[in-house]
């Protein structure tokens, strides 16, 4: 059954290159609501287990480094039909690929440095947003 929740982190690449407000702003626009919201860092630790799903991939331990190397904005998006509607708006995971007029077309740098995180299940989305959110944190 499909949750009307999603999961995204503002990346670290984006958040140096000040992007933070402009994303907010088109998922505002998309007509998702913030239920939780953090400023953060992530320690190798922290990135470590987060991705964890990764582990046996190789470039796991790139991606542990990039995502703990500055700070990022983790929140949890709400909206019906979330997830999907969410990986809509991000666009592909390389920019050269995504629609116009998505996050990662605008926003994104490569691959890697591809801006946003967006859940790719009803069930990770909640597996992430428990990560890094308490119930006491989300409205």
Known sequence: MAT????????????????IGGILKMINEAGFRIVAMKYTKLSAEAAGKFYEIHKERPFYGELVNYMSSGPIVAAILEKENAVADFRTLIGATDPTKADEGTIRKIYAKSIAANAVHGSD?????QIEGDFYFSKLERF
Do not use: G
């Open 121 to 125: 299940s009803d069930e990770n989305a």
């Open 4 to 19: 009307n929740r999603t999961f995204t982190m503002i990346k670290p690449d984006a958040v140096e290159n000040n992007y």
